[in-house]
């Protein structure tokens, strides 16, 4: 079948097919591992940190910078380019993500069971309400129907709300930092960062916009002062889950990471590079975690590439998605390092990695891999329920066998929830959160 003249399908005519040899295409693969691996390119001079730009704002009277202060109990880490990034680690609103509730609702169980655990109090220590919106990146990202004007109302009117927040129950204003649960939201929120603070046009279009939202400060838009996502805040605290809470050993456990790109590649200096982890040579976030809880974290070769997601060509190319979230990670994990899961940190990645291993088996190829989040594989190892919190259950990956190897019973773990769910019918429901706490 000929290619559109348009360009490859569903990507429109910018899109044009490479037509390379396969030696010229292995060549183009071979550049990717031999100059991305080990941070060998180039970094270059000095970049400019969007951050000395807001604090200019600031001073000016544009903006209102939402900071992290003493009480967020921040821990500061390295970025690539040896910047220092603040991350809170108490006083957390919560900013959810569409896919992690919809496909994988472990992923925030595990994340809000592992802080109760550390004794955490919801409208205290972290805020889980529903006042938000989604981030319409996948919109934007995946469609091209959504422009930047759009990305950044919707990204100022989450952080106000997430700067306002306390207020009704009893606090200052900037009580509550916001925690990005998604990669995407969290990659797309660092463009939109950076987009706001350097084209005044664009923060007099969306001015206006907040303002007949009623969400301006005294007529100032309101910036957080960094953008944190969830990893970054396990990875800080990956000593005191391990320290406080683990109660499985996971020594036996080969466990490969994936890094995601909306963290990693999308504003790539605002990455935690951790000395302490893989000699900074990698994003230190999931890998940092799995070290920590005492797992064997094993390298394979296609540890740069993206899961197949990549937005566009999950609507429109969904075969090009599946085969290569099997053939480039799947199968490599397996192959290679012998893998007996992988940890992602991403909402997109790990559905995708997750949710598309069929099309191997329809295909009679017999490759497959148990897919988690980094918080779902330490929420395990400290003795979180499999089904009731880490809801392996709604994986498509086959997590049964890495749970059996972690000294865990997956029978009783579904008996145990099967009686659980007889009690929710009758009425009895436990939550980890205050259902009082959410926004009225």
């Not at 000095?46 to 001073?59: A, F, I």
């Amino acid at each position: 079948m000929s290619e559109p003249t348009g360009g490859i399908a569903g990507h429109g005519a910018f899109f044009q097919p490479t037509n390379l040899s396969p030696a010229d295409a292995e060549k183009a693969t071979d550049w990717v591992r031999k100059r991305v691996d080990r941070r060998e390119v180039d970094l270059g001079e000095r970049m400019d940190d969007v951050r000395e730009h807001m604090w200019e704002l600031e001073k000016e009277g544009q903006i209102i910078v939402h900071r992290i202060t003493d009480a967020h109990q921040p821990r500061v880490v390295k970025t690539l380019f040896g910047w220092d990034k603040k991350i809170p680690t108490a006083q957390l609103w919560h900013h959810k993500s569409c896919g992690q509730c919809g496909n994988i609702p472990g992923y925030p169980t595990s994340l809000l069971w592992t802080m109760n655990e550390l004794g955490m109090v919801p409208g205290r220590d972290y805020l889980d309400e529903t006042d938000q919106t989604s981030c319409t990146a996948w919109n934007y990202h995946g469609s091209g129907i959504g422009n930047v004007e759009s990305l950044a109302a919707v990204f100022l009117r989450n952080f106000h709300q997430s700067y306002v927040s306390g207020k009704r129950l009893g606090h200052d204003a900037g009580h509550f930092f916001p925690l990005v649960h998604c990669g995407t939201s969290f990659g797309n929120y660092k463009e939109v960062r950076k987009y706001l603070i350097e084209n005044a046009a664009l923060r007099e279009r969306v001015t206006k916009i907040l303002g007949k939202l009623n969400r301006l400060v005294d007529g100032k838009l309101v910036i957080p002062e960094e953008i944190v996502h969830y990893s970054d805040w396990v990875h800080v605290m990956r000593n005191d889950i391990a320290s406080k809470l683990q109660k499985i050993d996971v020594s036996n456990i080969r466990a490969t990471v994936h890094m995601a790109c909306h963290y990693s590649k999308m504003v790539h200096e605002d990455a935690i590079y951790d000395p302490e982890v893989l000699d900074g040579n990698r994003a230190a976030t999931g890998t940092g975690i799995a070290q920590a809880l005492g797992a064997q974290v094993i390298d394979y070769s296609t540890w740069y590439d993206c899961c197949g997601f990549g937005f566009r060509h999950i609507i429109s190319e969904r075969e090009f998605t599946r085969s290569f979230t099997v053939d480039r990670k799947i199968r490599v994990a397996r192959e290679e390092a012998n893998a007996d899961l992988m940890l992602g940190i991403d909402t997109g990645c790990v559905t995708t990695m997750d949710k598309n291993q069929w099309i191997g088996q329809a295909h009679t190829q017999k490759v497959s891999l148990p897919i988690m989040a980094d918080i779902q594989f330490a929420a395990l190892a400290c003795g979180a329920d499999p089904f009731k919190i880490v809801q392996l259950q709604w994986h498509a990956s086959p997590c049964e066998e890495v749970v059996e190897k972690m000294g865990l019973s997956w029978s009783d773990a579904k008996k145990r929830f099967e009686a659980y769910l007889e009690e929710v019918k009758a009425g009895k429901i436990e939550y980890l959160y205050k259902p009082e706490l959410a926004a009225a």
